[in-house]
């Protein structure tokens, strides 16, 4: 038979200690071309969501709103908040 002491699990291997978050805020150009990008995006949910209501999708429509709504908020904070 096997002991007992022979099967317990050998001491877990020491993780290093992650490294620290990198805090600086991005740079001007990045955050401007973080911004168009979104704007891009946030137009192209707007014309689908126009094209929704159009078409007789209300459903569609209100997702394309909201999609747009939410692209644009979150290429603003990345803007304004760096």
């Known amino acids: 038979m096997t002991d007992p002491a022979d099967l317990a699990p ?4 020491s993780s290093p200690a992650p490294a620290p ?6 740079p001007l150009i990045e955050r401007i071309g973080l ?13 689908v969501g126009v094209a929704a209501f159009v078409g007789g999708d ?14 644009l908020w ?3 904070l990345a803007l304004f908040r760096g």
């Open 21 to 26: 978050a990198d805090l600086r805020p991005r």
């Open 10 to 13: 050998a001491d877990p291997p």
């Open 74 to 76: 979150v290429g603003g």
């Open 35 to 47: 911004a168009a990008i979104a704007l891009v995006l946030g137009a192209i949910f707007a014309i």
């Open 58 to 71: 209300p459903f569609l429509g209100v997702m394309g709103g909201i999609g747009t709504v939410m692209v």
